[in-house]
């Protein structure tokens, strides 16, 4: 298996647009978890799905960030409108149902200017 | 809900010599205990894990030891050489099942000198 892809890798927009992460899990994984990091706050959960469905979305910040999972291979984070507090690294991890080995991307870098 | 504090923030060793990272956790019920190493622009990668029912762990350089009843745990890691530099990261859930969350801590970065 190819491990958690994530795309972009590397993302630079403008303050206001919108952006879409995206993130394929590992086949057979059936829980899915979308971590923001940055320098002052670390690793934060932002939300996590299992079997397609949002089960705490208490991490994230606020209404401009949204989260999807249509089927078992594929999720979304967007923000909209972005905003310069909003440039981190966000991982796409996940996790099958039996083993609690949490499985990362490679992250995607989002620079808001 | 869960807080997990990591210590030190950063750690610099010779290689050979060995490091020790130091977490606690605030939640009495977490009972999974996984640590993470990060290299430089890689997603955190499982090194090792520990469960509430075991005090120690061992895999070749590495150990993690667990105190239940303080609330704490560490990861040591001996013999170390430089490919063990990256950011490591303890972590505590209360896995009931494999969607329950996993608190990280801060992460401390470990620079081994040749």
């Known amino acids: 298996d190819a491990g958690v892809i994530q795309s972009p890798r590397h993302e630079v927009t403008e303050m206001g647009q919108e952006v879409t992460l995206r993130c394929k899990p590992i086949s057979g994984h059936n829980s899915l978890f979308w971590y923001r990091q940055t320098m002052m706050r670390g690793l934060e959960l932002l939300i996590y799905?299992?079997?397609?469905?949002?089960?705490?979305d208490s991490g994230m910040p606020e209404d401009r960030f949204s989260a999807k999972m249509p089927n078992a291979s594929f999720s979304t984070l967007k923000i909209q409108p972005s905003e310069p507090r909003d440039s981190a690294v966000y991982f796409c991890?996940?996790?099958?149902?039996?083993?609690?080995?949490?499985?990362f991307g490679q992250g995607t870098r989002l620079t808001v200017v | 809900g869960e807080n997990v504090e990591q210590h030190p923030s950063t750690l610099s060793v010779q290689e050979g010599d060995s490091a020790v990272i130091k977490c606690t956790y605030s939640?009495?019920?977490?009972?999974?205990f996984p640590w993470y190493k990060q290299e430089l622009g890689k997603g955190p990668q499982l090194i090792i894990d520990i469960r509430s029912n075991v005090g120690e762990k061992k895999d070749q350089r590495i150990a993690v030891t667990l105190n239940k009843t303080a609330k704490h745990f560490s990861l040591h890691i001996t013999e170390t050489q430089p490919e063990d530099s990256a950011v490591y990261f303890c972590?505590?859930?209360?896995?009931?099942?494999?969607?329950?969350?996993?608190?990280f801590g801060p992460g401390t970065s470990l620079s081994v000198i040749p």
């Open positions: 991890a996940s996790t099958r149902f039996e083993n609690t080995e949490a499985f």
């Open positions: 972590a505590a859930s209360e896995m009931k099942t494999s969607y329950d969350k996993v608190i």
């Open positions: 939640d009495s019920a977490s009972n999974y």
């Open positions: 799905f299992n079997n397609n469905v949002p089960i705490d």
